[in-house]
């Protein structure tokens, strides 16, 4: 139907592009977010192996040390006999992380699942691609710290995206940029608002 003048009545005639524009730019922080932490995660991975093959660097005398190692398990080394299962599961977070994306309007998750998926996709690759076989792969691990386990890059990026995730969660973020409210129907305006630029 068209009112008087040719205008079409159409909704999707009148999308606002300001509105398209905003949920771009979530998007975009995602991506970029994601392939530079995948790309930080693999480079330091390939110079440790190089750097630290002839023995550890100390950084900060005992308190920071470079040390190669191979883990086949998770974090902490544990589960070294189901290095498969852990394979598969990142493959299976990498999926639900790419699905997650289409919703996303905030900046702030944004950034978590971007760094999220570039620390997933680092140890998922060498889990796929590095010795002793595809899908059984051990991972690079060289960042050690007293008293704590061997890590790298991507365990440094899943725990921050965990931490910033939890932070959107307790602002009541939702992944599309809206604002959970609790108050009037004016007031969750105005939070759906602010939420969009979070």
């Not at 290095?83 to 999926?95: D, H, K």
Request: proline share 3%.
């Amino acid at each position: 139907m068209q009112a008087a003048r040719g205008a079409s009545l159409n909704s999707s005639d009148q999308a606002d592009p300001a509105a398209g524009r905003r949920r771009m730019a979530p998007r975009l922080v995602f991506a970029a977010v994601a392939v530079a932490a995948y790309a930080v995660d693999l480079g330091t991975k390939q110079w440790a192996l190089s750097a630290l093959a002839d023995g550890d660097i100390g950084v900060f005398g005992d308190w920071f040390t470079l040390h190669l190692t191979f883990n086949p398990g998770a974090a902490f080394s544990t589960g070294t006999g189901f290095t498969i299962v852990f394979t598969c599961l990142a493959m299976v977070a990498v999926v639900v992380v790419l699905w997650l994306s289409r919703r996303l309007g905030s900046i702030g998750w944004a950034l978590g699942l971007g760094v999220l998926l570039g620390g997933v996709s680092g140890n998922l690759t060498d889990r796929i691609f590095r010795q002793p076989e595809a899908f059984h792969g051990h991972v690079v691990d060289f960042l050690m710290l007293p008293n704590w386990p061997v890590f790298n890059v991507a365990d440094v990026c899943i725990n921050v995206a965990a931490g910033v995730i939890i932070l959107q969660t307790f602002r009541g973020i939702r992944i599309d940029g809206t604002r959970e409210s609790h108050g009037s129907d004016a007031t969750g305006a105005v939070d759906d608002e602010a939420g969009d630029r979070a």
